[in-house]
């Protein structure tokens, strides 16, 4: 098995990361035009507070995950850290790579002094959630709620 090299994703990398998300939302809302995409993208890769992970094989990008460090007033003032989009390409599961993306991610939210990290999840499957709990999240510590936008 060839190692993942995880960086910080870059603009030439929106192409292999939007194939990687059809794997994410099977059902997901279409996308707008190319030109707004891309600088949706630009804004992401700009913003010093989200970072968006890639993990690599041979060059070709096999998981993802954002981490948004979100500055705070309580606890210290310590920001918080954000975790959205996490994905393997199917083909590259149960190798040790997401869990290693997420280490990375949380690394980088202890790095710039954050004292948690959270993420969500709809998948309700036990799989999903020993995968979580594998990679060092806890789901008793918090209860999530989620309030979608109207249609």
């Not at 460090?69 to 975790?83: A, D, E, K, M, W």
Request: hydrophobic share 40%; with cysteine; net charge negative.
């Amino acid at each position: 098995m060839n190692p993942l090299n995880i960086r910080e994703l870059a603009e030439h990398d929106l192409d292999a990361l939007l194939a990687l998300y059809a794997e994410l939302h099977r059902a997901d809302a279409p996308l707008p035009e190319h030109t707004r995409v891309l600088e949706i993208w630009r804004a992401m890769l700009g913003d010093p507070k989200l970072h968006c992970l890639g993990g690599f094989v041979d060059e070709v990008l096999v998981a993802s995950c954002t981490l948004l460090i979100v500055p705070n007033l309580t606890r210290g003032c310590r920001s918080y850290g954000l975790i959205e989009n996490v994905v393997t390409t199917a083909a590259q599961r149960r190798q040790g790579f997401g869990r290693a993306l997420l280490q990375q991610a949380c690394e980088l939210a202890w790095q710039h002094d954050c004292y948690k990290v959270m993420l969500m999840t709809s998948r309700k499957d036990e799989a999903t959630t020993a995968f979580y709990e594998s990679a060092g999240f806890d789901r008793h510590t918090k209860q999530a709620f989620n309030a979608a936008a109207p249609t």
